[in-house]
T-cell receptor
């Protein structure tokens, strides 16, 4: 079955530091890949997505590139802010699974001023 | 566009009572809705998938008689937790997709409902 493995947290950084959260996946089909962000006490918000190999999703300074050869979708940001503190989930959606989302376990990011 | 709402945002109830949570797609028709449960500091666990006008499909280990799901229209799905007990306390999140939208593989999430059973 499909699965997503992401870097375990928590991750603590200082403001303006570089962020990488690793995410790898296994899928039977050709999935779409997503990063979701969850702020405390809230639901999930889509941060970015990519639907085919070599696509780069980007939003709010975050980027991730769909790497089919390494089955990876690592999240990066060049300079994090305190407001980026949240839990980040990597996920995939596979047409063969009726578009169900398979989530990673989530990575808690804390950015200190 | 593609906004999903949930009501209520939080609810406290006594053990043994039933609680209904609504999930609405506000500006699109949701052909499929999903219900998730999230325990503190954990990932989302898919409970069930519902298609408008048909019975929900429950994930393994989810009691369908305890978590009743109804998807009566293209904009509304409800989750009823029957005879709630303290172990049912959790954060319940719904999401929706639509075959009418271009991003047919993207789920749009509601803000979640915090259920506390005393």
């Amino acid at each position: 079955g499909d699965s997503v493995t992401q870097m375990e947290g928590p991750v603590t950084l200082s403001e303006e530091a570089f962020l990488t959260i690793n995410c790898t996946y296994t899928a039977t089909g050709y999935p779409s890949l997503f990063w979701y962000v969850q702020y405390p006490g809230e639901g999930l918000q889509l941060l970015l997505k990519a639907t085919k190999a070599d696509d780069k999703g980007s939003n709010k300074g975050f980027e991730a590139t769909y790497r089919k050869e390494t089955t990876s979708f690592h999240l990066e940001k060049g300079s994090v802010q305190v407001s980026d503190s949240a839990v980040y989930f990597c996920a995939l959606s596979d047409r063969g699974s009726n578009y169900k989302l398979t989530f990673g376990k989530g990575t808690l990011l804390t950015v200190n001023p | 566009g593609a906004v999903v709402s949930q009501h209520p945002s939080w609810v406290i109830c006594k053990s043994g009572t039933s609680v209904k949570i609504e999930c609405r797609s506000l500006d699109f028709q949701a052909t499929t809705m999903f219900w998730y449960r999230q325990f503190p500091k954990q990932s989302l666990m898919l409970m069930a998938t519902s298609n408008e006008g048909s019975k929900a499909t429950y994930e393994q280990g989810v009691e369908k008689d305890k978590f009743l799901i109804n998807h009566a229209s293209l904009t509304l799905s409800t989750l009823t937790v029957t005879s709630a007990h303290p172990e049912d306390s959790s954060f319940y999140i719904c999401s929706a997709i639509s075959s009418f939208l271009g991003s047919y593989n993207e789920q749009f999430f509601g803000p979640g409902t915090r259920l506390t059973v005393l």
